[in-house]
């Protein structure tokens, strides 16, 4: 086998095994990183649940019950300062 032959075929299996590192570890070969920084994500991307929303009853007895609750608040504070 001619050298030339042998350092075509060492240089070939070189970038094979590049290409291999470069699957496994989700980097590109020959690639720099583009900078400082944690690198993007390759996962897909989780969409956000969609915001509940309240029933105007539901609001409505909440709003009852607090209201009662701040009436009671201030009785007692009103009859302690007496």
């Known amino acids: 086998m001619d050298t030339n032959n042998i350092i075509a075929e060492i240089d070939s299996e ?3 095994l590049q290409q291999a590192k470069a ?3 989700g980097v ?5 990183p583009s900078g400082p920084g ?14 509940r ?3 105007k009853q539901g609001r409505a007895a909440i709003s009852a ?3 009662a609750r701040w009436a ?9 300062s007496a």
């Not at 590109?28 to 720099?32: A, D, E, F, N, S």
């Not at 608040?73 to 009103?78: A, D, G, Q, T, Y």
Request: charged content about 40%; cysteine-free.
């Open 38 to 51: 944690r690198p993007r994500s390759t996962a897909a991307k989780v969409s956000t649940p969609k915001k």
């Open 14 to 16: 070189i970038l094979r």
């Open 23 to 25: 699957l496994l570890t």
């Open 65 to 67: 019950a607090m209201k």
């Open 28 to 32: 590109g070969v020959g690639i720099k």
């Open 72 to 80: 009671k608040v201030r009785k007692e504070s009103k009859s302690k």
């Open 53 to 55: 929303k309240m029933s």
